[in-house]
């Protein structure tokens, strides 16, 4: 490999999302506290730690954005995103996955979040941050 090619790659970081629906038909998300797309709505997620599966970060990263636990196990993998130019820091690849979540599960605010509430999904946000509104269409597509 000659130096050229390595100066091609890229850094790509490597994220989980958590697309969590009740029965009842609404999905839960959560107003980001900072740039990028700071004040506008998102699905929990956030970056895998070292040692750590996406499904682990998945339900992790949903329990300190929202308070919502879920067990690993229960989430079921909606695809990778992985579309250049998704976030505006740099490269970002997500694993995305989907948790239903009692209808009346507590909801808090944490991490991250500045709000975190469940939207119908009938009248979500105008504007969803990232590609999420992509997620989203994939994972209704998945139930």
Not at 50 to 56: I, L
Not at 65 to 91: C, K, M, N, S, Y
């Amino acid at each position: 490999m000659t130096e050229t090619e390595i100066e091609t790659f890229e850094t790509i970081r490597y994220t989980a999302d958590v697309v969590a629906t009740t029965p009842d038909g609404r999905v839960l998300l959560i107003e980001r506290g900072w740039p990028p797309h700071e004040g506008a709505w998102a699905l929990p997620g956030g970056h895998v730690d070292p040692g750590e599966t996406s499904r682990a970060a998945a339900a992790r990263e949903l329990f300190e954005e929202t308070g919502v636990r879920v067990d690993p196990d229960h989430l079921r993998q909606i695809g990778a995103f992985d579309r250049p130019g998704r976030d505006p820091r740099g490269r970002y690849v997500t694993i995305a996955y989907l948790a239903t979540i009692p209808t009346g599960t507590p909801i808090a605010a944490g991490d991250d979040a500045r709000t975190a509430r469940l939207w119908p999904l009938a009248d979500l946000p105008p504007r969803l941050a990232f590609d999420h509104a992509d997620i989203l269409s994939a994972a209704l597509t998945a139930l």
